[in-house]
């Protein structure tokens, strides 16, 4: 099976600053990946799919980058909203697992 | 806008089996291109993809080699839902528990999920 390795597991930084985020898979997924954000008490929330393309009504702050098996999250400039923790998922062959998250929180 | 709609009971006993509907608006279960997912969320297993159901001429199901021998995911055309059943629960079977809609290409992401549900395995 293909494991899914995010770094680092936490963060902190202040709003406006440039965050990025790293997903690393165990072999090769193409561009196979996507990138969810999960708040307390809700369900995950798709931000961006097939690497780099954007969910309908995200913020175009959020970019994503790679392919292989490096990928990045970029939050250009980090706004109040986005304090959170992200997931990457790969789909390129089952089981279909995602990177155990990212906190980001406020320094 | 696709909604899905979990209930089910939160509470149940170790041996028990866990059982679960996803009651879907905005989209057919039917649906050629897309599949139905149950996904769970634990402190100790992360999210985990747990299946899913999907039609292409014919019914198919995915399970996840962890639960393999113990779940079970089907659809009903007639309600418009798809179900979960959990077999032989133990406590590390406590986790949220949501049903997710992937659409298949182009996104082959999890772009709807329901609301979540907390089921507590426990005597």
């Known amino acids: 099976d293909i494991q899914m390795t995010q770094s680092p597991s936490s963060l902190s930084a202040s709003v406006g600053d440039r965050v990025t985020i790293t997903c690393r898979a165990s072999?090769?997924?193409?561009?196979?990946l996507n990138w969810y954000q999960q708040k307390p008490g809700n369900a995950p929330k798709l931000l961006i799919y097939?690497?780099?393309r954007l969910q309908s009504g995200v913020p175009s702050r959020f970019s994503g980058s790679g392919s292989g098996t490096d990928f990045t999250l970029t939050i250009s400039s980090l706004q109040p909203e986005d304090f959170a923790t992200y997931y990457c998922?790969?789909?390129?062959?089952?089981?279909?697992?995602f990177g155990g998250g990212t906190k980001v929180d406020i320094k | 806008q696709v909604q899905l709609q979990q209930s089910g009971p939160r509470l149940v006993r170790p041996s028990q089996t866990l059982s679960l509907t996803c009651d879907i608006s905005?989209?057919?279960?039917?649906?050629?291109?897309?599949?139905w997912n149950w996904i769970r969320q634990s402190p100790s297993r992360g999210l985990e993809w747990l299946g899913r159901?999907?039609?292409?001429?014919?019914?198919?199901?995915d399970y996840a080699v962890s639960v393999k021998s113990r779940i079970a995911i089907k659809p009903d055309t007639s309600k418009n839902q798809f179900s979960l059943q959990l077999k032989s629960v133990t406590p590390e079977d406590t986790a949220v528990y949501y049903c997710?809609?992937?659409?298949?290409?182009?996104?082959?992401?999890?772009?709807?999920w329901g609301q979540g549900i907390l089921v507590t395995v426990s005597s």
């Open positions: 072999q090769g997924i193409s561009t196979y």
């Open positions: 159901t999907y039609y292409r001429s014919k019914w198919s199901t």
């Open positions: 998922q790969q789909t390129y062959s089952m089981p279909l697992p």
């Open positions: 097939a690497t780099s």
């Open positions: 997710v809609r992937d659409p298949g290409s182009p996104k082959w992401a999890f772009d709807f």
């Open positions: 905005g989209d057919s279960v039917s649906g050629n291109s897309v599949t």
